[in-house]
């Protein structure tokens, strides 16, 4: 490598120098030299001809240039020069100017720093007065009322207005707002003012009370008219509990009379104009419908009056006196422990914070006993025309739904106007009455029926078992009348019930009374009926009335426990009839004395062989006799059936004493042939022959 750089070196020494000039310019690049190309571009602007002479003269033309140039740049820059100079002699004027100035001020300065001082001073006590004077006009606005709201409270001839509530409820704030005077240095301010805005107060209460105790007593009419300025003046009146007593009572009074007078034209006159509806006692003959409409028309009534009465003291609010009073009590007790009283403030606080807190309570009791109050009027005419409605009525269904009804509006009118209120205490009366009448009624009803009682005679006395009787001759065991009608009176008053609004508990126990009322009587009537019938009349006489009641009560609530009474008092009566229906078929079959012999061989002599008793019923021909006669009577069980049995009224009582008759003949059937094919007994093969149908096959057939 140092070989061939020093031999390309030797090479370029060796070639002529215009050769390595031209090498030279055409190695240079001029697009990458921009300081050339700018120059390039500069010279040919005035190099315009490419000649020997003016290559020769190009360095002088150019140093010319340049000459030409700085000539111009220096003649430019004298106007600048120039105006430099004007510029500075102007600032030096004025700052010759701002010297004279500030030397003149200094002087003025000087002479009037006195007088700054004084306007100054003047101009800060304007400013304080400025604002003392517009805290006293705000002090003033906020503690003193305006002479045109003074004179709405004190001026008894002017009318009570919407005006008069803003003077009112100010003055009101204002007293609360004292406290804030007390907690200054100078406590006298607040404690005149609070005396002042006590004695206006006073003044606009008084005067209050005047005008709604006149608005009040105009409240006669047919409906109460409420206008919001009484609603206001009620509000009000909350803070005084006397007063507002008072109102209440003028009020109660008022409407009693209206409510009074509407009951007595509503019962007499009926409705105003041509469509109204008519007077109610022309239904005085209907005491459902009689009682009804006046305790529809009085439910409706108190109903308008208690909405009246809720939308006279829609403003008052139990709490709402607590605020001005106890802030009273309060700014009380301050004041007087200013004054040297603190003991006397603080018990005098404290009796008033009682007094707060006990006509708190005391509001709701208030309205309770104003709705009690105007609604006491029409309790006396409504008890006398009920009574006398109730005393006419014979009817206990008609007694138990007039019951229902007073029942209803009790409860309709517990709610309305509360529990303690006479005309809810009425109706509760009157229901009580109604309730007794009830109950003398079915009581009457029961004993007049055994009274007029006649029991049945035996039918046929002198043939056995009445077998000669026809199905007409036994629907006198059918249930007597008195059971259809009690079953009526009980559908009656069990529909009654059921469309009835009492508690599930209180029907529940009206209904026990209701049943033990009318069941008991009507089976003692039952009994003494059948007093002279046979035993066998007696128990389908018994079974027919006992079904026929529960069959009645089954399709109501609440009669559970009597149903089963009476099937507990039928079951002895379907066993009676059991036992003559069996009995009946084995005497009939000869199978009665064979089945008493083999019950006492088992009771006394177990041990014993059957076969070694001396039964004329236990030979073979006898056996054999019975056994034949049992054949056809699985034929046809029918055959043997009492005729009295088809006067039990229901098929399915006679289809269960068939049934159990069926399961005695085949327990007795099975006794007597398990005592002839039992091998202890001794009895021959031709014993076991005659009993062809074993206990399994006789089910089969009467089962």
Excluded at 164 to 170: I, V
Aim: hydrophobic share 40%.
């Amino acid at each position: 490598m140092p070989m061939e750089s020093q031999s390309s070196h030797t090479t370029a020494e060796s070639e002529p120098p215009l050769i390595r000039k031209l090498k030279k310019v055409l190695d240079t690049r001029l697009e990458n030299d921009l300081e050339l190309v700018e120059s390039l571009k500069a010279v040919s602007e005035f190099f315009t001809e490419n000649n020997i002479r003016s290559r020769r003269s190009l360095r002088s033309d150019m140093e010319s240039r340049y000459v030409v140039i700085y000539e111009e740049f220096l003649h430019s820059f004298k106007s600048v020069k120039d105006d430099l100079e004007e510029l500075y002699d102007a600032v030096s004027a004025m700052n010759s100017s701002c010297k004279d100035m500030s030397v003149r001020l200094q002087e003025a300065k000087s002479q009037t720093e006195h007088l700054l001082r004084e306007t100054s001073r003047i101009q800060r006590e304007s400013e304080e007065y400025e604002i003392r004077s517009r805290v006293a006009e705000v002090v003033l606005e906020l503690f003193q009322l305006t002479p045109e709201q003074e004179q709405q409270l004190t001026d008894k001839a002017s009318p009570v207005t919407e005006d008069f509530f803003k003077a009112l409820e100010r003055s009101k704030q204002i007293h609360s707002d004292c406290k804030l005077l007390l907690m200054a240095q100078n406590q006298r301010a607040g404690l005149e003012v609070m005396e002042q805005m006590s004695v206006l107060m006073e003044c606009g209460c008084e005067k209050l009370y005047r005008w709604i105790q006149n608005e009040c007593r105009m409240q006669a009419g047919e409906s109460a008219e409420v206008t919001a300025l009484m609603t206001q003046a009620f509000q009000v009146l909350q803070d005084r509990p006397v007063l507002f007593k008072y109102a209440l009572d003028e009020y109660a009074n008022a409407r009693r009379a209206a409510l009074v007078k509407a009951f007595i034209e509503a019962l007499t006159r009926g409705g105003s104009g041509g469509g109204g509806p008519r007077p109610m006692e022309l239904h005085s003959h209907d005491p459902q419908r009689y009682v009804g409409d006046m305790l529809a028309w009085l439910h409706q009534a108190t109903a308008s009056e208690t909405e009246s009465l809720d939308s006279l003291l829609k403003l008052c609010d139990d709490d709402a006196e607590a605020d001005g009073n106890e802030a009273a009590v309060a700014i009380g007790n301050e004041a007087k422990e200013e004054d040297g009283e603190a003991e006397a403030g603080a018990a005098n606080g404290t009796d008033n914070s009682t007094d707060i807190a006990s006509s708190r309570s005391s509001r709701r009791q208030l309205r309770a006993a104003c709705l009690c109050s105007l609604s006491e009027g029409v309790c006396r005419p409504l008890r006398l025309r009920v009574e006398q409605a109730l005393v006419g009525v014979q009817d206990a269904s008609v007694l138990y739904r007039l019951h229902n009804l007073l029942r209803f509006h009790q409860g309709t009118l517990d709610r309305v106007l509360g529990s303690d209120s006479s005309l809810a205490t009425t109706v509760g009366d009157l229901g009580q009455l109604c309730w007794r009448l009830f109950f003398g009624a079915l009581t009457n009803g029961a004993q007049r029926a055994l009274e007029t009682v006649e029991p049945l005679a035996a039918y046929a006395s002198g043939t056995a078992a009445g077998a000669g009787a026809g199905i007409d001759d036994w629907d006198r065991l059918r249930a007597p009348p008195a059971v259809a009608e009690t079953l009526r009176l009980l559908q009656q008053v069990l529909t009654a019930q059921d469309s009835g609004m009492a508690p599930l508990s209180q029907r529940r126990d009206d209904l026990r009374q209701v049943l033990d009322t009318c069941i008991d009587p009507l089976l003692k009537l039952c009994t003494v009926t059948a007093t002279r019938l046979s035993p066998l009349e007696l128990a389908i006489f018994m079974a027919n009335s006992l079904h026929s009641l529960q069959t009645g009560l089954a399709a109501y609530e609440f009669t559970e426990t009597h149903i089963e009474r009476l099937q507990a008092q039928l079951e002895p009566q379907l066993d009676a009839l059991v036992a003559e229906q069996l009995s009946h078929i084995l005497v009939s079959l000869r199978m009665l004395e064979l089945y008493q012999t083999v019950e006492q061989h088992q009771q006394q002599q177990p041990q014993q062989p059957l076969s070694y008793l001396e039964a004329p019923c236990l030979s073979l021909s006898a056996v054999k006799a019975a056994a034949a006669r049992f054949d056809s009577y699985l034929a046809n069980p029918d055959s043997l059936a009492l005729p009295q049995l088809q006067a039990l009224q229901s098929s399915k009582l006679r289809q269960l004493v068939t049934r159990r008759v069926a399961d005695q003949i085949h327990s007795v059937y099975t006794a007597i042939y398990d005592a002839i094919v039992k091998p202890e007994n001794l009895f021959g093969k031709e014993f076991a022959t005659v009993l062809v149908r074993n206990p399994d096959q006789v089910a089969k057939l009467i089962l």
